[in-house]
């Protein structure tokens, strides 16, 4: 579902017009409408207040698959403010905000190779030797959008 049913379904929900979802929100009944016809989306700000407001998950807000993890460094995406950003400040659902802000790579030298081995010390732990994290990430990142063309 994308986020203009999103808006509107949780305004449906609550039983609340426009104006009044506006009002609760601090925006203007035009911006409501706007989201609701798909010709704008809210701003990360408001998309937090929404989820808070009216108890909605930023998965469930934004469309996200449960256990989503970042198509460049396999950071799990669980927060609206750990998403990416575009250049025109909309969010970028692919990516997280520590690899791609505001349209640019944060790391544009940045590799497969060199992913792999800055992630694999955050995988260790007592049962995941380095070894074992090396083949998983290995198996996994050039399966990741960012990598595909690339390795």
């Known amino acids: 579902m994308d986020i203009s049913k999103k808006v509107l379904e949780i305004r449906a929900k609550n039983r609340l017009t426009q104006e009044e979802m506006a009002q609760r929100l601090f925006v203007t ?89 800055y992630t694999i010390p955050f995988m260790k732990s007592p049962s995941m030797t380095e070894e074992q994290a090396r083949k998983v990430l290995s198996d996994l990142v050039p399966t990741l959008k960012r990598w595909k063309s690339h390795l």
């Open 29 to 117: 009944r035009q911006a409501v409408s706007r989201w609701e016809k798909g010709d704008a989306i809210p701003n990360i700000d408001t998309l937090k207040m929404i989820s808070q407001e009216f108890g909605v998950s930023a998965d469930e807000l934004l469309g996200l698959k449960r256990n989503r993890i970042c198509q460049c460094c396999t950071y799990p995406l669980r927060k609206i403010d750990e998403l990416g950003t575009n250049s025109d400040g909309t969010l970028n659902v692919d990516y997280c905000i520590y690899c791609f802000k505001d349209g640019a790579w944060v790391d544009p030298d940045l590799t497969a190779h060199g992913v792999i081995d």
